[in-house]
């Protein structure tokens, strides 16, 4: 088994219905595909990947119009991008971690295709069909979406996902990532397809890959009622939650949620 980080390889993956997928692919070994949340790319795993790669083949990739990958000019599902990703590479089974949208992508995609997916790990993660309760911050995002106001949505996205602050570990690149996707992010969702009528939530007993959930002692309140829920329902769930960790969990604590990550990889990918 490798000890020396993986070199980085670079590579655009075509997206279904045109488009480029960045993707970077780095060290051997079983593969682990890292998702990252909306309004983030795939940078939220900076602190990672490296580590993660002296023992496994890693792939990341930017979400269809987020970071360096192409913003979409019409419909597109996010579970078919991944599969795209998988394909390429010429990938019939994966790990999928994923935190926020990406742990639901990696969730759905689970339920979808059960027989590509080796292990999962759900980091904050949110889950298609789980009813948010109302909220001041909720309205404030659903407004700023319908006005296009990038600007607003990305101090909305600091104040409630990233409340550890900017003097926090990775506060300068989670603030980079936001400001630097916001606009992105309210074209990209206005062409995503798919999540609403998906639920799985409903359909968690369903899951069949060993499941690692974990989240932070300071992430949203709600997303602490998600881990709980996918701890309890998936079967043979394990669940931490770490602290001093808000929502941008892998760039304030990358060590501890490493460990967890190569422990569980381990122990279910041999």
């Known amino acids: 088994m490798s ?161 550890m602050g900017g003097s926090a570990p990775g506060g300068e690149l989670i603030r980079a990532m936001v400001e630097q996707n916001a606009a992105r992010r309210i074209t990209s969702e206005r062409h995503l397809a798919g999540a609403p009528v998906r639920d799985a939530e409903s359909r968690l007993a369903r899951v069949t890959a060993p499941t690692l959930v974990v989240h932070g002692d300071r992430d949203h309140p709600e997303i602490a009622a998600i881990a709980e829920r996918l701890a309890a329902d998936i079967p043979g769930a394990h669940a931490h939650r770490l602290p001093n960790a808000d929502h941008y969990l892998p760039l304030r604590t990358p060590e501890r949620l490493t460990e967890l990550l190569l422990a569980h990889l381990a122990a279910h990918l041999g």
Do not use: K, N
């Open 3 to 163: 000890t020396v980080p993986g070199p980085a390889y670079e590579l655009q993956v075509p997206a279904p219905g045109g488009g480029r997928l960045w993707t970077e692919r780095r060290g051997t070994g079983s593969p682990v595909v890292l998702l990252h949340g909306s309004g983030m790319d795939s940078r939220l795993w900076d602190a990672v990947a490296p580590e993660l790669s002296r023992h496994h083949e890693v792939i990341r990739y930017d979400a269809r119009g987020l970071g360096r990958s192409a913003p979409p000019d019409r419909t597109f599902d996010d579970l078919e991008d991944l599969r795209a990703v998988l394909d390429h590479l010429g990938l019939h089974r994966a790990a999928l971690v994923g935190l926020s949208m990406g742990g639901e992508t990696a969730l759905d995609f689970a339920l979808a295709h059960p027989e590509r997916v080796d292990a999962l790990a759900l980091v904050g993660a949110s889950v298609s069909g789980h009813d948010w309760p109302p909220s001041p911050e909720t309205s404030a995002y659903a407004e700023a979406r319908r006005r296009g106001d990038a600007a607003a949505l990305a101090e909305l996205e600091l104040s409630v996902w990233a409340v």
